[in-house]
């Protein structure tokens, strides 16, 4: 018989007793008899290590869940109202297509060693940092952060691709970045920190930053730098914010593949990234296939639907006029004179994206030399001093490119 204290007793165990019915279910004295067993009751209610174990495996099946669909829920709740909005991840790195010429130009003399200006070197270090915040979704704090030693370390990847490791970066809960080069990028890179870094920091002391600005100091806004150079070529800026927010919904409307949706938000989130996993093969795999998976699915929504349009298509480059053909050209549409004003450097860039640079550089260049040789027409044959040149020039309301008194001097003596 089932006494009225064991059902109290087994209350006890699952909770749901009151003061009065804990009180009870001690034992008053040494008479009381035994409990009898109860094993219909026990076998009805779980032990607490069971309850425990069962509420585990529970946890764990729902975690699973949630991270097989969980990503897309939140990606859909986040992007809702941006989804309509949407655009294909290259019309938001249009600078790096744009730029490239001016790029590639200024990158083949850093190659071959020549001199550059000032205006090339940093052509350079702004179209680095656009690749990585635009094309590659990291975030600034990768090129801030990223170090000389880090890159030295570079992991060569299946012989296509460099994975670098980056220490510092904005998420500090996940303080490991990684970022994915093609061995063309790789290339970009190392002429960079040998031929253009050097130019920065000539005379001053060596920082560990890899990227670093024309002043040989670390780079501290790199969201301005890249809005920086979007406006030199007379586009639109574009944020990290917006490229990684755009290509993660993109990928999740065109990617159905559960597991990659899986990888491409783990390499955003940089949630896999950690000292320990970073090397592993599969780890590499992963992060080199989510590097590109927008490209990739972009490239899958434009096809080429016929071998007509392939024929078609213009295979050879766009042909490029050497320097001095593009200034022929140039001073037709600008001629050189004394008292018109240079044009601007935009201008210059828009008449030749692959030698806008040395257009403007040339004309100023012409036109000073023509202003020297006006104002030493307007002296006298007697030897002129710096004040009457400074003076002589300063009737002449000229507002930039303005000829300095030493080589009015200079020119003066050998006339």
Same mark, same amino acid.
């Given at each position: 018989?089932?006494?009225?204290?064991?059902?109290?007793?087994?209350?006890?165990?699952?909770?749901?007793?009151?003061?009065?019915?804990?009180?009870?279910?001690?034992?008053?004295?040494?008479?009381?008899? %035994?409990?009898?067993?109860?094993?219909?009751?026990?076998?009805?209610?779980?032990?607490?290590?069971?309850? %425990?174990?069962?509420?585990?495996?529970?946890?764990?099946? %729902?975690?699973?869940?949630?991270?097989?669909?969980?990503?897309?829920?939140?990606? =859909?709740?986040?992007?809702?109202?941006?989804?309509?909005?949407?655009?294909?991840? =290259?019309?938001?790195?249009?600078?790096?297509?744009?730029?490239?010429?001016? @790029?590639?130009?200024?990158?083949?003399?850093?190659?071959?060693?020549?001199?550059?200006?000032?205006?090339?070197?940093?052509?350079?270090?702004?179209? *680095?940092?656009?690749?990585?915040? *635009?094309?590659?979704?990291?975030?600034?704090?990768?090129?801030?952060?990223?170090?000389?030693?880090?890159?030295?370390?570079?992991?060569?990847?299946?012989?296509?691709?460099?994975?670098?490791?980056?220490?510092?970066?904005?998420?500090?809960?996940?303080?490991?970045?990684?970022?994915?080069?093609?061995?063309?990028?790789?290339?970009?890179?190392?002429?960079?920190?040998?031929?253009?870094?050097?130019?920065? *920091?000539?005379?001053?002391?060596?920082?560990?930053?890899?990227?670093?600005? =024309?002043?040989?100091?670390?780079?501290?806004?790199?969201?301005?730098?890249? #809005?920086?150079?979007?406006?030199?070529?007379?586009?639109?800026?574009?944020?990290?914010?917006?490229?990684?927010?755009?290509?993660?919904?993109?990928?999740?409307?065109?990617?159905?593949?559960?597991?990659?949706?899986?990888? @491409?938000?783990?390499?955003?989130?940089?949630?896999?990234?950690? #000292?320990?996993?970073?090397?592993?093969?599969?780890?590499?795999?992963?992060?080199?296939? #989510?590097?590109?998976?927008?490209?990739?699915?972009?490239?899958?929504?434009?096809?080429?639907? =016929?071998?007509?349009?392939?024929?078609?298509?213009?295979?050879?480059?766009?042909?490029?006029?050497?320097?001095?053909?593009?200034?022929?050209?140039?001073?037709?549409?600008?001629?050189?004179?004394?008292?018109?004003?240079?044009?601007?450097?935009?201008?210059?860039?828009?008449?030749?994206?692959?030698?806008?640079?040395? *257009?403007?550089?040339?004309?100023?260049?012409?036109?000073?030399?023509?202003?020297?040789?006006?104002?030493?027409?307007?002296?006298?044959?007697?030897?002129?001093?710096?004040?009457?040149?400074?003076?002589?020039?300063?009737?002449?309301?000229?507002?930039?490119?303005?000829?300095?008194?030493?080589?009015?001097?200079?020119?003066?003596?050998?006339?």
């Amino acid at each position: 018989m089932i006494r009225q204290k064991d059902i109290d007793c087994v209350r006890k165990e699952i909770g749901t007793q009151t003061e009065p019915e804990m009180a009870a279910c001690q034992p008053k004295s040494s008479e009381d008899p %035994e409990p009898q067993p109860i094993p219909a009751m026990i076998n009805d209610l779980d032990t607490k290590e069971e309850r %425990e174990r069962q509420e585990r495996n529970q946890g764990e099946e %729902e975690e699973q869940k949630e991270e097989e669909n969980g990503a897309t829920a939140t990606v =859909s709740e986040k992007d809702k109202c941006s989804a309509e909005d949407m655009r294909k991840p =290259s019309e938001l790195e249009s600078i790096l297509r744009i730029a490239e010429p001016a @790029f590639k130009s200024a990158l083949y003399k850093a190659e071959n060693e020549d001199e550059l200006s000032e205006n090339e070197n940093v052509t350079i270090v702004n179209y *680095l940092e656009c690749l990585v915040v *635009l094309r590659k979704l990291q975030r600034p704090g990768v090129v801030q952060n990223l170090t000389v030693d880090e890159w030295e370390r570079r992991i060569p990847h299946r012989g296509t691709h460099v994975v670098i490791p980056v220490q510092e970066h904005k998420m500090a809960a996940n303080p490991l970045a990684v970022l994915v080069l093609t061995v063309e990028e790789e290339t970009w890179f190392d002429i960079y920190i040998n031929r253009v870094r050097p130019t920065f *920091l000539q005379g001053k002391n060596e920082i560990q930053n890899f990227f670093i600005s =024309s002043s040989g100091e670390k780079i501290h806004n790199v969201s301005q730098d890249i #809005a920086r150079f979007h406006y030199k070529f007379g586009l639109k800026s574009v944020t990290s914010e917006m490229v990684r927010r755009n290509a993660e919904t993109f990928v999740f409307s065109k990617c159905k593949d559960i597991n990659e949706r899986n990888i @491409f938000i783990k390499y955003l989130s940089q949630s896999n990234h950690t #000292a320990e996993r970073v090397y592993r093969e599969k780890i590499m795999d992963d992060t080199v296939k #989510a590097s590109e998976t927008p490209m990739l699915h972009e490239s899958k929504d434009n096809p080429t639907t =016929s071998k007509t349009e392939a024929v078609e298509k213009p295979t050879t480059s766009p042909v490029i006029r050497s320097k001095k053909d593009e200034f022929e050209k140039f001073i037709e549409k600008y001629p050189v004179n004394v008292e018109t004003d240079p044009p601007p450097h935009k201008i210059c860039l828009a008449e030749s994206a692959v030698h806008g640079q040395h *257009l403007y550089d040339r004309w100023r260049k012409l036109q000073n030399r023509m202003r020297v040789q006006y104002i030493i027409g307007l002296l006298q044959n007697d030897r002129p001093s710096e004040d009457r040149v400074r003076k002589c020039i300063g009737l002449q309301l000229w507002e930039n490119n303005l000829p300095r008194v030493r080589d009015i001097l200079q020119q003066w003596k050998k006339k």
